[in-house]
Every structure is written in structure tokens, then in C-alpha cells.
């Protein structure tokens, strides 16, 4: 917290320190408002728990709140509170060691499955009407975030802050403290795995569709 | 020195270029390749859109309950 120089016999420094004190919680509290909804959402994608997610968030704010005087640009709040967000999941988990590493080997020994748009295109889907139109009139927020939820948290982890965030290879990199080229790698894979969802979607949309066609 | 891109390029560094992670030169190269290849664009526009969809689920209405939460959490500050 900024402290004014003490010692003005007027009580003057007291008085600013807490104008201070209050702007800086005002300034907190309008930005935590404006971004409650992202807060909350992505502390969803993270923990694939509700009740967690606000957990998360709460503690999240809390080293915010405690580490605000650190920021020097307020107007780099939005990234920088995203940020303590990711970083705090990241330590809940390795507390619970909730990742076994061979389950990231695992997945980053398989080939990756063809893109989505190449299966789209495979010949013997050539009847369908503009086929990737009709994919993404099928898939709903809720499938979406389905997919999501099935990824590997390594994967998971990356797809959020890059696909879902929106943060650059190198901040994704930075947050995780992991190089820039594992989260391109684990970035590929995660959207290989995503599309891989989205395509299982979509054929049993379409066969459960067909079926009713049919009776 | 690479003076454009071939389809196969272009589908390699897509996704980079959709994250706006190309350099200068690689975005230039793309744009062109994008600009006669009707493959490659559809190929984009279908990525961008997926993207979109992706990116949309970084927001979920807080429940009431929670807001309170944090508005007294703040306060507690």
C-alpha cells in the first residue's frame, strides 16, 4: 500500500492515505464488477466445478487485493488479475498433484487426429449441405464447454488462456512457466483433441437425427 | 527466403496467424496466400468462427450468491 511520508502535525498524511486507500478500493471494486462474469467463467474452465471455481475466484482476489500496489499500469488490470487467477489454479494443483505425468505423456504420444474441417470434407460427407455450417449451427455453448471440460489439464490449461482468454504464446508461457514452444505444442493437441469432440458430437447429432427422420 | 506461401504452409501456420502470433512477413505471406487460395480461406473462416465459439465460453453469469460473496470480500479488505 502506498503510504504517505508521516510526521505532518495537521494529521494531513492520514487523510490522504485513506482518500488513497479508497480510490484504490473503488478502482478494485469496478473492475472486479466489470469482470465477475469472465472471473467466474474461467474459474469454471479451470476447476469444471462450480463450487470451486468460486473458491478460486475468492481466493484469486484475495492475493489481488493484497499485491495491487505491485501493478504500475492499472489500465493492464484485466490481464494481470487473469493471470493471479491461472497462477493460483496452477498451485491449488500442484498441492493436490492432481495431473500424474503420465497422463500428459500419454497424450503427447498420440498422433494428432485429421482437422476438423478435413473431416468435414471427406468424400462420403460431400451430401451434406455446407457442412461446416451445419456443424456449428449444431454445437451449443453447452457442448462447447462439454469439450473443454474433457481436456487433459495441461491441454485444458492452455486452450483457456489462449483460445479463451485470449493471451499472447508468450504471457500463456510466462504464467505456466513453461516455454513458449510447449504451449504451441500443448496448444495444437488441445485443439486436436477439441475438434476430435466436436466431430463425435456432431456424428451423433446427425445419426440421432437421422434415426428420428426414420421412425 | 520464402516469397509465399503454399497450401500446405498455410495450413501449418493457420492457427498462429488466426492468434495473431505471425510475425510481419508471415502475416503478409498468408494474407496473400488467403486472398487466391478459396480453399485455404474457407479453411480460415471456418478455424475463426470455431475460434469464436471457443472463446465465447470465457463468460458465465456469476450467480447472485457469489457476487455478494465477493462484494463482502472486498469489503473485508
Known sequence: MHRSAAGDPEGAPREADSTDEARRRRFFQSEVERLMDRLYGT???????????????????????????????????????????????????RRRRETPATELEQEEEEGDPASLFDRLHQPFLLWWDDAEQRLLDRLACRDVERALDSLPDPFRLVVVLVAVEGFTYAEAAETLSIPVGTVRSRLSRGRSLLQDAFWRHARRHDSTAERRLDS | MTTQFDCEEAVAKLLEYLDG???????????????????????AEFERRLGERVAQTASVPAPES????????????
Open chain 1, 43 to 93: 474459474g469454471v474452465r479451470l476447476t469444471r466445478n462450480a463450487a470451486d471455481a468460486e473458491d478460486l475466484v475468492a481466493e484469486a482476489l484475495t492475493t489481488a487485493w493484497s499485491r495491487l500496489d505491485t501493478l504500475q499500469d492499472l489500465q493492464a488490470f484485466e490481464k494481470w488479475v487473469f493471470r493471479i487467477l491461472t497462477n493460483t489454479f496452477v498451485s491449488r494443483q
Open chain 2, 66 to 77: 457469489f457476487r455478494r460473496r465477493v462484494r463482502g470480500l472486498i469489503d473485508s479488505f
Open chain 2, 21 to 43: 502470433e505471425l510475425d510481419e512477413t508471415g502475416r503478409r505471406l498468408m494474407e496473400s496466400h488467403l486472398e487466391t487460395c478459396r480453399e485455404c480461406f474457407n479453411r
